[in-house]
């Protein structure tokens, strides 16, 4: 079956820092690849996503690369704000059939002044 | 324009009550999805659901649970007879169709459920 496999946390950065959040899947085909972010106390918001292979999603300073060839969706950003504390989650749904999510167990990001 | 509604947003229940959370999808989505966040964990998808047809749940438990998306009205997860480990948040997601391939799933803010 499809599974997604991200890095632990919590990631604890300075403001201003490079942020990376690894994530790679495992799925038949060519899945659709995404990341979500939840903010504390609230539901989850599409970051960015990414359709086919080599596609990069952009969003807000965010950026991944669909890359086939290591079946992986990395998160990055240059110059993380106190703002981008959140969890994280990468997710992909299925190249076929109905588009059933299926989600990374989220990485906690928190960014100290 | 709307986005996803659920409510309750918060839900407390007593061991052996019953829960009811309603999710009313974006207008013109015809898809719902519910998920499960269980505490510390990611989502976990539970149940996708047409107007007035249950297409797959086999994310959901076979006992006590149970969904329902009527021809009106919003679709609605049932707990019957909860427990402690019923406590989570429970995400509702639609989608408008399934005729391209790109097709984003939209969510809402949750309903969590806390069982004493």
């Known amino acids: 079956g499809n599974s997604v496999t991200q890095m632990e946390g919590p990631v604890t950065l300075s403001e201003e820092a490079f942020l990376t959040i690894n994530c790679t899947y495992t799925?038949?085909?060519?899945?659709?690849l995404f990341w979500y972010v939840q903010y504390p106390g609230e539901g989850l918001q599409l970051l960015l996503k990414a359709t086919k292979a080599d596609d990069k999603g952009s969003n807000k300073g965010f950026e991944a690369t669909y890359r086939k060839e290591t079946t992986s969706f990395h998160l990055e950003k240059g110059s993380v704000q106190v703002s981008d504390s959140a969890v994280y989650f990468c997710a992909l749904t299925p190249s076929g059939g109905y588009q059933k999510v299926t989600f990374g167990t989220g990485t906690k990001l928190q960014v100290i002044p | 324009n709307a986005g996803v509604m659920q409510n309750p947003r918060h839900l407390v229940r007593r061991r052996g009550q019953e829960a009811r959370l309603r999710c009313s999808p974006m207008k013109g989505h015809s898809h719902v999805y519910w998920y499960r966040q269980l505490p510390e964990e990611g989502l976990k998808f539970m149940v996708y659901l047409q107007k007035e047809n249950i297409i797959d749940e086999s994310g959901m438990p076979k006992e006590r649970f149970s969904a329902e998306f009527p021809k009106e009205g919003p679709s609605i997860l049932r707990i019957q007879q909860v427990v402690r480990g019923d406590s989570a948040a429970y995400f509702c997601?639609?989608?408008?169709?399934?005729?391209?391939?790109?097709?984003?799933?939209?969510f809402g803010p949750g309903t969590r459920l806390t069982v004493l």
């Open positions: 799925a038949t085909g060519y899945p659709s």
């Open positions: 997601a639609s989608s408008p169709s399934l005729e391209t391939r790109d097709n984003e799933q939209f």
